[in-house]
T-cell receptor, first 112, second 114 residues
């Protein structure tokens, strides 16, 4: 079945450091790929998405590129801030399907 | 617009008791979903309502879980009787038909079974 694997957390970085959170997936066909973020005390929010190979999703300084050849969708940011501290979830949905398949989440803590 | 509301935000119950979680979706959102995250693992799909009908309940773990959406508005998820392994965070989400990625999630209900 479909699955998403994220790098193990927690991840702790200093402010202005570079961030990469790895995400790989297994799915038939051409799924859509997403990154969701959960800030403390809040619900999940869509951070960015990509719907086809080589698409790049971006938002709030974060980027992720849909790599079909490596079945990956790694999340990157060049300079993180304390306010980026949250749990990040990689997810996919099959074409035409409503439900999401999530990875296990990566807790990110940014220290000032 | 108001977001997806879930309550309670936290619930602690003893093994064998019954708990009912409630989700109020965004008004006009026909699709309603339940997900849960157990023990820091991945968030897993439980079921999907379209209005009052269950479109997909393939993720429901067993018959101790009962979801309803009477009238196609709010939804409840009842666990009876609760077991220790049911502990986790239960998320609700909603969207309009065709909004494949336009989910709005609630803040979740943290359920602890002791």
């Amino acid at each position: 079945g479909d699955s998403v694997t994220q790098m193990e957390g927690p991840v702790t970085l200093s402010e202005e450091a570079c961030l990469t959170i790895n995400c790989t997936y297994t799915a038939t066909g051409y799924p859509s790929l997403f990154w969701y973020v959960q800030y403390p005390g809040e619900g999940l929010q869509l951070l960015l998405k990509a719907t086809k190979a080589d698409d790049k999703g971006s938002n709030k300084g974060f980027e992720a590129t849909y790599r079909k050849e490596t079945t990956s969708f790694h999340l990157e940011k060049g300079s993180v801030q304390v306010s980026d501290s949250a749990v990040y979830f990689c997810a996919l949905s099959r074409q035409g399907a409503q439900k999401l398949v999530f990875g296990q989440g990566t807790r990110l803590t940014i220290n000032p | 617009e108001a977001g997806v509301t879930q309550f309670p935000s936290h619930s602690v119950i003893e093994k064998g008791q019954t708990v009912t979680l409630r989700c109020d979706p965004i008004s006009g959102h026909d699709n309603l979903y339940w997900y849960r995250r157990v023990m820091g693992k991945e968030i897993k799909f439980l079921l999907h309502f379209v209005k009052e009908s269950k479109q997909d309940e393939s993720g429901m773990p067993n018959n101790r879980f009962l979801a309803e959406r009477t009238g196609g508005t709010y939804s409840t998820l009842k666990v009876q009787p609760a077991e220790l392994e049911d502990s986790g965070v239960y998320f609700c989400a909603s969207n309009r038909p065709g909004q494949e990625s336009g989910y709005t999630f609630g803040s979740g209900t943290r359920l602890t079974v002791v």
